[in-house]
């Protein structure tokens, strides 16, 4: 855009500064010329008087009309007459007739005329250099108004990729650019039903498939140990299918789980935290209270960062909407685990609410019910847990797997999501 603008600029300097400038520079010679022309026709009228009135030549009589430092020369009946110094090399002539077979020439010094010239070129190049600079300066400050908008875009685009589905409440007074950012939130939100949805339909899978293999492999050892003896065999063979069915079972739950978790990477807790404090800092003070931060250097876990801060960003979300006062952020070590806690001083979760809190749908101030559903689902993910520690006041325990001894920071795990 700024290359854009200085073009045009550029352009519209080269196809009217130019023009401009010839413009100025003849107008300059042209008023000189008219005005020595005009003196010199006063001039020739006066001497054509004096003939006639059969009087001598007297150049003292028109002394007053000629400009300094010019020189007047008058040619009539083959005499020459002269008034003035002589004007320098290449001067500035006009010459006009006279009624009596005559001619009037004033010829003036060409400096002063080069001197006005160049004065008006510096003025043409002084406007063309201002339009450059004012040029500069919109284009400047235009393409910065937008730019930061499309880097906050890009950037939202990118952590939707990632895993991140908040939605982003700034907006920056391009249309345009809040049309695209409506879009990521309505694209944020479908994703997340869509993650939601698809941790809801495996564990009913998960959840349905074992209890039909259960009940058949309890069938199954009763025909074994009771019936017949070729019953038994086929009961045992089938008993055996059974159970081989059970361990492709676990295998297909697992790879799903791998190839959710296919991004995730041994994490810097304390350092993902700081960062998202500063990030909901800003909005907490804008709506009269503080973010609290407690959190122990070097928690390393084995955890999605999209994920994490996904999770992290509904139960500050949660804390905000529902909750009063400071709202604290901590993070410690537990027993092989990382702990990371989110409470508030409000009034809690009521007790007949406690064990619905998880329930996709449940709202208790009118909200759609989603985030902290969403939000065990994501943490489950990565196999942690999220927990209701405290009900009055409320306060949420994030519990991640400690990260082993052999995991590198920003290394992700290599994950087999082909199923066994």
């Known amino acids: 855009m700024l290359q854009a603008t200085l073009l045009a600029v550029a352009v519209t300097v080269l196809v009217l500064g130019l023009p401009l400038g010839f413009s100025a520079l003849k107008v300059v010679e042209d008023i000189t010329r008219s005005n020595l022309s005009t003196r010199a026709q006063q001039i020739a009228t006066r001497l054509d008087e004096q003939i006639a009135a059969g009087r001598p030549i007297d150049l003292s009589d028109v002394r007053l009309v000629v400009p300094d430092e010019a020189r007047l020369t008058v040619h009539i009946r083959g005499r020459e007459y002269v008034l003035g110094p002589v004007p320098g090399e290449d001067p500035v002539v006009e010459t006009v007739s006279m009624v009596q077979s005559g001619s009037v020439r004033l010829a003036v010094p060409s400096g002063p005329v080069r ?12 406007l063309a250099v201002l339009s450059a600079g004012t040029g500069t300066l919109v284009a400047t400050l ?10 906050h875009v890009a950037a939202r685009a990118n952590r939707l990729g990632a895993g991140d589905f908040r939605s982003d409440p700034k907006r920056h007074g391009v249309p345009e650019l809040d049309r695209v950012a409506d879009a990521l939130d309505a694209s944020g939100s479908a994703l997340s039903h869509l993650v939601q949805r698809e941790r809801e339909l495996i564990g009913d899978v998960s959840h349905q498939l074992r ?5 058949l492999q309890l069938r199954l050892e009763t025909l074994a140990e009771t ?26 739950l697992a790879a799903a789980t791998a190839a959710r978790a296919r991004d995730a990477e041994p994490l810097d807790v304390s350092n993902e935290l700081g960062d998202v404090a500063t990030e909901w800092r800003e909005l907490l003070r804008s709506a009269g209270r503080t973010l609290r931060l407690r959190v122990e250097e070097g928690l390393l876990a084995r955890a999605t960062p999209a994920r994490l801060r996904e999770a992290i960003g509904v139960l500050l979300d949660n804390a905000v909407r529902h909750g009063e006062g400071p709202v604290t952020l901590a993070a410690r070590h537990g027993s092989g685990t990382v702990v990371v806690e989110v409470s508030d001083s409000g009034p809690g979760v009521p007790e007949q609410l406690v064990h619905h809190v998880f329930e996709r749908g449940f709202s208790a101030g009118g909200s759609t019910g989603v985030g902290l559903a969403l939000a065990r689902a994501l943490v489950e993910a990565d196999g942690g847990r999220l927990e209701l520690s405290s009900a009055r006041p409320a306060m949420f325990e994030v519990f991640l797997p400690v990260a082993r001894a052999d995991d590198v920071l920003g290394m992700p795990w290599k994950t087999d999501s082909t199923p066994r």
């Open 115 to 126: 001197t006005r010239q160049l004065q008006m070129a510096g003025v043409v190049l002084m």
């Open 142 to 151: 235009t393409a910065r108004r937008l730019a930061e908008p499309l880097r």
């Open 227 to 252: 019936g017949e003896e070729a019953t038994a065999e086929e009961a045992a063979a089938a008993l055996e299918q059974a159970e081989r069915l059970s361990g492709v079972l676990d295998d297909l």
């Open 211 to 215: 209890s039909r293999l259960t009940a």
